[in-house]
């Protein structure tokens, strides 16, 4: 029987990981990301992967095994951090193809989405809610139940979309209902009448910001990306953000070049789904921690880096306006009563302290704030991210 361990590295509580020799695979060797001064890509026998025009690229039993001119990223981050829009992102700039067909297939999700925050909200909605006639009270009603809410999307009419309109007014109007916990809710609730009609084609701003809980780890494979004078292959790899699946995470640390750490500043008045007391921000600086934990205990640690992408940016500068950081962590002390840049930079101050108690130097940690849904993100993040990334590589 696998021995317990009490480290988050490899889960609290759960068996020990299966060595390599266990599992009849070699072990494999930890290199970080080196340029070939001749080669330009790396042949594909060298990292096998599934199809990169597959949209859903299953990462299990895949290998990271570095080449020359290769760079291994991986996409850490709790749930709705906007991991998966980041990846989304990745695929835009460098696999058109896998971003556009993502997009075609995002019109069901979307559906979906939908769909569940009816029955999310209406289940919210008190006894003595005003209703515009018992028609709207009929759907609201019927919403609350998952079979029937679903018989009623399969179902769809121009009457029945605008009812669900005239619901979304009652739901928005209601104090008791605890509405948007992400801002995708808004923003797809709002357009409703647009996203459910039969011919509805999402724009790439719908596909960014259609939020899809990640099933399963993905990985993708970007060649002759073309950084400097050379081109680079690029590995991104996506793991899920729930609490339960972190577990998962540190497997493959050994084998990753750059961690992308992302978390949300919008995420500093909400709770979490799993734990309703918990503050999703105060989760992330926590995760962030455990990461920390792990890294340090690599022996190839130094030669990698660490990114922290604060993301939804622009959510964050509306939010403060109306409810101040200092009201969710009172140890923020403002000289500005809801000032965004103080804000931003105790959050930021927040994951710079977390790495030094755990004895990682804050040089090795480079912070941005970030906006994933924002249109110039791939000029903005990732094309800057690349630049500086393999200047670093040449300089060794």
């Not at 993502?102 to 925050?117: D, H, M």
């Not at 993708?220 to 609490?243: C, E, F, H, I, Q």
């Not at 403002?334 to 790495?355: C, G, H, I, W, Y």
């Not at 800057?384 to 670093?392: F, M």
């Amino acid at each position: 029987m696998n021995k317990l361990k009490s480290c988050l590295c490899c889960g609290v509580g759960s068996p020990e990981p299966i060595s390599p020799a266990a599992t009849g695979r070699p072990k494999k060797k930890s290199h970080a990301a080196q340029p070939h001064p001749d080669a330009t890509d790396c042949p594909g026998e060298n990292m096998p992967l599934t199809s990169p025009t597959q949209n859903n690229n299953n990462s299990k039993g895949l290998s990271l095994k570095p080449c020359a001119n290769s760079i291994n990223f991986m996409l850490l981050g709790t749930s709705g951090s906007g991991k998966t829009t980041i990846f989304k992102q990745f695929d835009k700039m460098f696999q058109a193809d896998v971003f556009t067909n993502g997009r075609a297939a995002s019109i069901i999700a979307i559906k979906e989405f939908v769909r569940s925050c009816f029955t999310r909200f209406t289940r919210q909605l008190p006894d003595d809610t005003s209703y515009p006639s018992e028609e709207i009270q009929s759907l609201a009603m019927s919403l609350q139940d998952t079979t029937e809410s679903r018989d009623i999307f399969d179902n769809l009419d121009d009457h029945i979309i605008d009812n669900l309109a005239l619901l979304w007014t009652v739901i928005k109007e209601c104090s008791c209902v605890a509405v948007c916990q992400q801002e995708s809710d808004y923003f797809f609730l709002e357009k409703l009448q647009e996203c459910l009609k039969v011919n509805y084609i999402p724009s790439d701003d719908d596909y960014l910001r259609c939020r899809v809980e990640t099933q399963m780890s993905e990985r993708r494979r970007y060649d002759n990306v073309p950084v400097g004078s050379k081109t680079w292959a690029l590995t991104l790899t996506d793991v899920r953000g729930n609490k339960d699946d972190r577990r998962s995470w540190f497997g493959s640390f050994d084998e990753v070049d750059y961690f992308l750490y992302v978390a949300s500043l919008a995420d500093y008045n909400l709770t979490m789904e799993e734990d309703t007391s918990k503050n999703r921000l105060q989760d992330s600086l926590e995760t962030f921690s455990d990461v920390m934990e792990c890294l340090k205990t690599l022996s190839n640690f130094s030669r990698k880096g660490v990114i922290v992408l604060l993301n939804k940016e622009d959510s964050f500068k509306e939010k403060i306006a109306k409810d101040p950081l200092e009201k969710h962590f009172p140890k923020f002390q403002p000289n500005r009563p809801n000032d965004v840049m103080e804000s931003k930079m105790f959050v930021k101050s927040q994951f710079l302290q977390t790495a030094k108690k755990k004895g990682i130097d804050t040089k090795m940690i480079d912070v941005k704030f970030t906006s994933a849904i924002d249109k110039k993100f791939g000029d903005k993040i990732i094309h800057a991210l690349l630049k500086n990334i393999v200047q670093q590589i040449i300089k060794g």
